[in-house]
Every structure is written in structure tokens, then in C-alpha cells.
């Protein structure tokens, strides 16, 4: 199933401009009679309408004065996010960074801009160095909670978005991350039955707390189908989907989460045919590249699988599914060397699961090397013994 379950884009979840207080230094410089202080009051004013693109044009119009105003191209970063321009936020937020490494906003919103761009790698690196600035913020506790997410990690994800509900208690978007989070582990076979339980319990609570605040909405049955999901009832998971791509034909990852459970049911045609609507909306996104190499892996197109993986690593070194479907693919295509790598990268990122460990015994048996396949089977073993 997908990384993280209906995860939108960020812009949507706080729909407030982190503004910033401009302290300009005596300048005679004006623009048609108008002060960059003047400027810079009106950009904020267009800010709080949500009219991102005359905020922009009025903060590139400062910065035309006077290119070192570290507030302006700050926010001028900000206003280019909100507006969807990632990339463009992207290179004003880094020219502020390199003025002041330890910018807040511009290493929080660098963060949401490559996880916009699905590049996680370096989304990860932002906000943990956000993180290190400024440990009480909300929002940056929504993105290293939906990163975690992203790759199916829901325990490290439930203490980063329990953070941002005791912060932010009234965001639906993070009480239904979380819920979800809560259903993927009350769920999970791995669970001792008094924890499942207790998840259990507080799914409810996350479900009547979104009932009431969002009826009838595309993201409770969006946060519904992610429970159904969880329960392995792809079937119900499936036309919760489908009832929320109803309401928001536009809700933006519905694509990829329909191809994911439309691969594990083992409806290929069908699940590709979503997954490449996901990548047509979505140019470069790497949890549907992951998907459709490994829908090719389940269908067992392998060599088609390899360039989706690769390029989805480029990105997210650090996502298990990938690393294990493209050691499945190199092994399937007696690539033994090239798997090993990955396998064993697998291994390191989920060491409670036991699929990386056979495939390893496989390489490493076919490469003659006795030792390391005795030992990657008896892991394998002790992992199959406890249920992995």
C-alpha cells in the first residue's frame, strides 16, 4: 500500500503565512514614491487575503531595491510555496539559508517544498535541522510525522503527531494521520493484544472526533477507507476511495492509493492505470514510482519494475518497499551482486521482517558464499518463528 495513506499536499493543512517582522535599515531607495517598508506592509496585508501572487510580486519588488532583506526573501519563499510553486520556494528559501543557516521558517518550509516535490532524502535533512531551531511547532511536527508515515513507520510517527495534536488540537488533517497511525498498529499481528486494543480504542475516538467535525467529507472517508486498509479489508478500504474521489474528484494522492489497493488485490492493468493518472497529476512522485515497480514485481514484470525503483531512490534512499522490490527484481534477473546491496539495505530498515533475509540466503547461495547464506537463513527462520 501506499507510503502514507491520503496524504495531501501540505499547503492545504494550515492555511496561514508564517510572516516575519521586518526591521528595514535606513535606505533613501524608494519605487515610484513607495518605501520598502510601504512594500512590505501591503505584501503582508496580500498574504493574509491569501493572495499569494501579489505577495510575491511585491516582495520580488523589495528585493529588486535591495536584495539583502533576509525577511523578504524569506517570505517571498513562503509566498512562492503557498501558490504551489515548490521549486521556486525552494531556491528563494536556500539563498536565505545560506545568509542564516539557522532560519526557521526557511528550513521548515524548504522541508514541506521537497516533500511536496517527494524528495524525502532532503526533506528529512531540513527538518531535522528545523527541528534543532525550533522544537514547539506544529506543523513541523505534521511533516516529520507524515515522513515517517510515508515510509509505513506509524511507531515513530505516533509520538511526532501527538506532538502536533497536543499543539494544534483542533487540525482534522493531524487527528486523521494519527488515527490512521493508531489503526496500522492496533492491526498489526506484531502487537501484544492488550496494545491492539488500546490502539484500537483511541481509532475510535480518532473516527467519532472526525465524524463530528467533518461529515460526509472526503477525508473522513478517506481516513475511514485507511482503517479498512489497515484491517486488510481492501475491499471496504476500496469503496471508501472511491466514495471520496466522489466528493473531491481533486483530492490529490486518490489515484495512488486506489492503483496500491487495486495491486494487492492483483488487478495489474487497473492498478497501473491509476498509479500513472497519480504520476500525471503528480510529475516525479516517488510513492507512486515505488507502487508501480512494485505492482511490476507482483505481476512479475521485473525487468520493467527496475527504472521506477531506481529513480524512486534517488529521491528516498531510504524506503524499504523500494529497496526490497528492486533486490527482488535484481535477483529474479540474476543479478545476485547488484541485489545484495539492496537487500540488505531492506534489512537494516526493517529488521522485523523477514522477506529481505530469504532473498539474501538465495544471493548469497547462488554466489557460493556458505557462511553469509547459513546466516541470513537462520534469520530468516528466527523471523518466520515470531510470525514476520
Given amino acids: 500500500m501506499a507510503g502514507t495513506p491520503g496524504l495531501i499536499f501540505l499547503s492545504r493543512l494550515f492555511n496561514t503565512l508564517v510572516l516575519l517582522i521586518l526591521f528595514f535599515p535606513p535606505s533613501g531607495i524608494h519605487a515610484r514614491g513607495v518605501s520598502p517598508e510601504e512594500l512590505f506592509q501591503q505584501a503582508q496585508a496580500a498574504s493574509r487575503q491569501n493572495d499569494y501572487a501579489r505577495a510575491e510580486k ?11 532583506i533576509l525577511p523578504a526573501r524569506v517570505n517571498l519563499g513562503l509566498a512562492c510555496y503557498w501558490q504551489h510553486k515548490s521549486r521556486e520556494a525552494i531556491s528563494e528559501l536556500q539563498k536565505a539559508l545560506k545568509v542564516s543557516p539557522r532560519e526557521f521558517s526557511a528550513l521548515l518550509f524548504s522541508g514541506l517544498a521537497y516533500i511536496d516535490l517527494t524528495q524525502y ?6 527538518l531535522d535541522q528545523a527541528r534543532q531551531v525550533n522544537d514547539n511547532d506544529a506543523l513541523l511536527y505534521w511533516a516529520l510525522g507524515s515522513l515517517a508515515m510515508i ?3 506509524a511507531h515513530a510517527a505516533v509520538p511526532l503527531l501527538e ?21 496500522i498498529l492496533a492491526y498489526s499481528s506484531h502487537q501484544k493484544a492488550a496494545v491492539r486494543s488500546d490502539y484500537a480504542d483511541r481509532v475510535d475516538v480518532a473516527l467519532r472526533s472526525m465524524e463530528q467535525r467533518e461529515p460526509n467529507s472526503a477525508l473522513l472517508h478517506v481516513f475511514k477507507g485507511d482503517v479498512f486498509a489497515a484491517r486488510q479489508a481492501t475491499a471496504e478500504a476500496l469503496a471508501e476511495y472511491r466514495h471520496a474521489m466522489e466528493i473531491d474528484p481533486h483530492w490529490p494522492d486518490i489515484h495512488l492509493l486506489i492503483g496500491s489497493l487495486l495491486g494487492l488485490q492483483g488487478h495489474w492493468d487497473e492498478a497501473q492505470t491509476e498509479l500513472r493518472r497519480q504520476l500525471q497529476n503528480h510529475p516525479g512522485d516517488t510513492r507512486a514510482m515505488v507502487e508501480i515497480g512494485s505492482v511490476h514485481c507482483r505481476a512479475g514484470n521485473y525487468a520493467q519494475a527496475v527504472p521506477f525503483l531506481e529513480q524512486a531512490l534517488t529521491h528516498d534512499h531510504n524506503n524499504y518497499e523500494a529497496n526490497y522490490r528492486l533486490g527482488q527484481a535484481d535477483l529474479a534477473l540474476s543479478k545476485y551482486t547488484l541485489a545484495i546491496p539492496f537487500l540488505e539495505r531492506a534489512a537494516q530498515l526493517k529488521p522485523q521482517k523477514s522477506d529481505p533475509y530469504y532473498l539474501l540466503f ?6 557460493k558464499q556458505p557462511e553469509k547464506a547459513a546466516s541470513a537463513l537462520k534469520e530468516f527462520k528466527r523471523l518466520k518463528a515470531l510470525g514476520s
Avoid: E, F
Avoid at 532524502?121 to 531540513?126: E, I, S, V
Avoid at 497536543?166 to 490512521?180: E, F, H
Avoid at 538465495?362 to 554466489?367: E, F, M, P
Fill in 58 to 68: 511585491l516582495y520580488r519588488q523589495i528585493l529588486a531595491l535591495d536584495s539583502d
Fill in 121 to 126: 532524502d532532503r526533506a528529512q535533512k531540513m
Fill in 151 to 153: 515510509h509505513n513507520d
Fill in 163 to 183: 506532538r502536533c495534536s497536543q499543539l494544534d488540537s483542533r487540525n482534522v488533517r493531524c487527528i486523521w494521520m494519527l488515527g490512521t497511525a493508531y489503526a
Fill in 362 to 367: 538465495r544471493a548469497y547461495r547462488t554466489l
